[in-house]
């Protein structure tokens, strides 16, 4: 037994604490204590990063996702989530022992069956063609049944289900969004199966329809693919440009690095909004426009950080040093002052995608930017607004994803900066 | 007195004391800094507005023609054009450009009637002003306290409880928190109006003499009207607010966090000074003055923010401005709301340094 194994743990000095309980533990209490060897909550990355992976996943592949294509008419237009869209339905008495329309079939001589609807609607003809399939279908059976129903046409819902109440009609259609509103008043009466005698709540959209019938949630997935183009693109190119002019800013000087710093502290410090918005009225709608003005904002992001960062590396004494041995400018750039840029560009390219996909989203909810065709979170919220009175969950889903996209970009850059950055861990 | 007239006196007035007993109570060193940083705002604005008249210009798309419509004959466009000065060569119109910004003056609007574009602010810029300068005392308030509250609490629940709220308020797109404020107290509960600044009704009653409701209203005793802008502001001066707070919030607590590291920290605790007073009174007070110049920094969220809680509360300010005529693209306009956006964010960032210098006697330039 050695003095150290023999001494309680807490007179070990507090930072070689960790070490030695690594030593002790197996990986699962590794991994629950993971905080305390980065002193970083890298389980912050852990969870955004699968959130991210599913929504790059969802961009690349929104068909297989989606049960609907971004822009078809697929349903009734302001369909609640969870709603059905109205079917016709049969109305019964509560005495009547059929349930079907199928039921109410009579032996061919018999007095055929009245049935009551409204008049103008779709469910006379709904009850006609329906009809007509079941006597086609049941006329060759040996029973000798057949279903050619007294259609008979009332002014309203109310006369139609009056109409069965006295015993005038054997049945009532109507659909089943007016019955069910109707159903307290009607005790003696209930609801038989649909006509076609499908399920009565077939149809129904998970999070609703738009104001003209498309689907939601379909929507919201293709307009993921829309939001991270527009982040991912915006970003790499703003990337792209700022980076190198920063290395050049820095490794050039002089008046070349001041003008360019004042212009790009001018581009910093002005709202960015305002100038995409600037930029995308003048090139017109289209991604890639948005692209170009989302990218134009960030370039002073990467310029500044990648700047500030060479100018403090060029005076290391490691470059000094590699300098003084005769490397070229080329190779302190490629060998000593990138690799120390890189992580803060991670970083800066992490928290970017989620500004630049709020930002995206921004200029397409005051209507500049996209075109109005294309799927996107920002053109829904728009859309929606004009509808908040009767359509919650138009502008509800596509914001919450917004915002679920966003965080888990935001979380992302976070988790690496105190990873990367071991000065911000006391923070 | 016209409407801009009377805000530029309520916002210059303190400024230019406040700048001249700076200049004169101040060091050689600062009075220098202060006069650098007066002119090197100037660059900023010109590069800014050059920018944005250069984009404006190079685009196809022509604002006669589309104010006109499908009824404008080419000859009554060349003729507007003409009066316009859009047949000019593009350096004129650069010069003429340039000289509008350096008087404020900014020329006529290039749709509707041609109004002068002053005009047009002066009715714009008090409303975003109602706007932003509640809206700003909402987030400090939240984020001041917040942050400390945070930092007083470090590492527990109600730390990581702000520190969420935070990212998430970050990662929220304040024109659907303003919708979600609508539809849960406008429509679902129906408390407060989703839209206006006033009421339509009650609008008329109103005597306008600096634009400025709020102002309006109590100058002529008018309480109707006064509750009425109150109610139209709240929802706007929310989603403005808590979108900002985020941000406060964060800088506060590691701010505080770090002041409560200090030895004289650790000195008052040991003299026995009650928790609270330490973070609330010896920290956050000294973990303040490096937030001044923060706030400084988040005068381009604050304007962006204010561009979408416009337009979603359909609130007539600078940005509905903006948004509403670049749609008809109208240059003139769209420059001008450019150059005063832009001069406003020169402005704070020049007066956050000056009060900091004021606040913190140890910065010396």
């Known amino acids: 037994m050695t003095a150290l194994q023999e001494r309680p743990p807490e007179d070990i000095p507090e930072e070689i604490t960790w070490e030695v309980e690594l030593q002790k533990v197996g990986i699962v209490r590794r991994i629950l204590n993971a905080r305390k060897w980065y002193g970083a909550d890298w389980w912050f990355v852990a969870i955004s990063s699968v959130l991210v992976a599913i929504f790059i996943i969802i961009a690349v592949f929104p068909s297989l996702f989606a049960p609907y294509k971004p822009d078809a008419l697929v349903g009734p237009s302001f369909l609640a989530p969870g709603a059905y869209p109205p079917v016709p339905v049969l109305v019964l008495p509560n005495i009547s022992s059929a349930n079907t329309l199928k039921d109410l079939a009579v032996p061919a001589g018999q007095p055929r069956p009245g049935i009551s609807v409204v008049q103008g609607g779709n469910t006379a003809g709904a009850l006609n063609d329906a009809a007509k399939e079941i006597d086609n279908q049941i006329k060759t059976e040996p029973e000798g049944l057949r279903l050619r129903p007294n259609i008979d046409r009332y002014a309203s819902v109310e006369e139609a289900l009056q109409a069965v109440v006295d015993g005038k009609d054997a049945a009532a259609v109507v659909e089943s969004d007016e019955f069910a509103a109707l159903k307290a008043q009607y005790p003696t009466l209930r609801q038989g199966e649909s006509l076609t005698g499908g399920s009565k709540t077939a149809g129904g959209f998970l999070l609703g329809t738009n104001d003209i019938g498309q689907d939601v949630w379909s929507r919201l997935l293709w307009g993921t693919r829309v939001a991270l183009i527009i982040g991912f693109s915006a970003s790499i190119l703003s990337l792209i440009i700022g980076v190198p002019l920063g290395l050049m800013a820095a490794f050039i000087g002089g008046s070349f690095d001041r003008l360019l710093s004042l212009v790009m502290d001018s581009l910093y410090a002005f709202p960015g909004l305002i100038l995409a918005i600037a930029i995308t009225a003048v090139l017109g709608p289209s991604i890639v426009n948005v692209i170009v003005a989302i990218a134009v904002l960030y370039i002073p992001t990467y310029y500044r950080m990648v700047r500030g960062q060479a100018l403090s590396v060029k005076e290391d004494v490691y470059v000094e040093a590699a300098r003084s041995i005769g490397a070229r400018s080329r190779e302190i750039l490629q060998r000593y002052i990138f690799p120390n840029v890189i992580p803060s560009v991670a970083i800066i390219f992490s928290v970017n995608v989620a500004d630049a996909i709020l930002t995206g989203a921004g200029l397409a909810f005051l209507g500049l930017g996209l075109p109005p065709t294309v799927p996107d979170w920002g053109i829904d919220l728009a859309r929606g607004q004009r509808f908040i009175q009767n359509a919650w969950w138009m502008i509800t889903f596509p914001g919450l994803t917004i915002l679920l996209v966003v965080l888990a970009f935001t979380l992302m850059g976070e988790g690496l900066m105190e990873i990367f950055n071991p000065k911000l861990r006391e923070r | 007195m016209s409407p801009i007239g009377f805000v530029a006196l309520i916002i210059g007035i303190p400024a230019l004391v406040l700048l001249g007993y700076v200049l004169i109570t101040g060091s050689t060193g600062l009075r220098r800094y202060i006069l650098t940083r007066i002119v090197l705002t100037l660059p900023m604005v010109l590069i800014l507005g050059s920018l944005v008249f250069l984009i404006m210009r190079v685009v196809p798309g022509d604002p006669v023609s589309s104010a006109l419509g499908p009824k404008g004959t080419p000859e009554m466009i060349q003729h507007i054009r003409e009066q316009l000065g859009l047949n000019d060569p593009i350096i004129v119109q650069y010069g003429r450009f340039l000289g509008h910004m350096f008087t404020l003056n900014f020329g006529n609007s290039l749709v509707g009637g041609h109004r002068p574009i002053a005009d047009e602010m002066s009715e714009r810029f008090p409303a975003t002003l109602e706007l932003i300068v509640p809206a700003s005392v909402l987030a400090l308030l939240i984020g001041i306290f917040g942050g400390a509250h945070a930092a007083s609490r470090r590492k527990g629940p109600v730390d990581y409880a702000w520190r969420i709220y935070a990212v998430v308020i970050y990662s929220l797109p304040i024109f659907w928190l303003g919708l979600m404020l609508q539809l849960l107290f406008g429509v679902k509960l129906g408390w ?53 707070s985020g941000i406060f919030v964060r800088l506060t607590r590691i701010n505080v966090i770090e002041t409560l590291s200090m030895d004289y920290i650790s000195a008052a605790r040991a003299r026995g000074i009650r928790e609270r007073v330490l973070v609330y009174g010896h920290a956050l007070k000294n973990a303040l003055i490096p937030i001044i110049t923060l706030i400084g920094l988040q005068v381009a969220i604050l304007l962006a923010g204010a561009v979408l809680t416009e337009t979603v509360f359909s609130w007539p300010g600078m940005g509905s401005y903006l948004v509403e005529r670049i749609s008809q693209r109208d240059y003139n306009a769209v420059q001008s709301v450019i150059v005063v956006f832009a001069l406003l964010v020169a402005m704070i960032s020049l007066a956050v340094d000056v009060i900091y210098s004021l606040v913190d006697p140890r910065v010396r330039y």
Do not use: E, F, M
């Open chain 2, 192 to 244: 407060l109006p989703i839209s206006g600044r006033i009421d339509p009704i009650i609008g008329t009653t109103l005597v306008h003499r600096t634009n400025i409701y709020t102002i309006d209203s109590i100058i002529s005793g008018n309480w109707l009207a006064l509750k009425s802008v109150l109610q139209h502001l709240v929802l706007p001066t929310i989603t403005l607010g808590l979108i900002l």
